[in-house]
C-alpha cells in the first residue's frame, strides 16, 4: 500500500503532482511520479551519520597527504 501526498507549486496553484510512496522498513522509501508527462521513480535509503567519512575520522584543517589517494 502506497501513501500518497499532492504537491504544488507556490508560483501557479494549477501546477500539481501526486507523489506516491510506500515505506519498506524504517530506513528505506521508495517512490514514483509523473511531472510535466515525466514518470520519476527512485528509493531512498537513510544512513546514519557515523557511516559517512568525514564523521569517521574526523576533521583536519591541514593534512600533508591526501586521505583518499
Not at 53 to 66: A, C, D, N, Q
Request: no cysteine; charged share 30%; hydrophobic share 30%.
Amino acid at each position: 500500500m502506497s501513501d500518497k501526498l499532492k504537491i504544488t507549486s507556490w508560483q501557479n496553484q494549477e501546477d500539481t503532482f501526486d507523489f506516491y510512496y510506500t515505506k519498506r522498513d524504517s530506513t528505506a522509501l521508495d517512490f514514483n511520479f509523473i511531472f510535466k508527462g515525466d514518470t520519476i521513480q527512485g528509493s531512498l535509503t537513510r544512513f546514519n551519520e557515523k557511516d559517512f567519512l568525514l564523521t569517521k575520522r574526523g576533521f583536519h584543517w591541514i593534512s600533508e597527504y591526501p586521505y583518499n589517494r
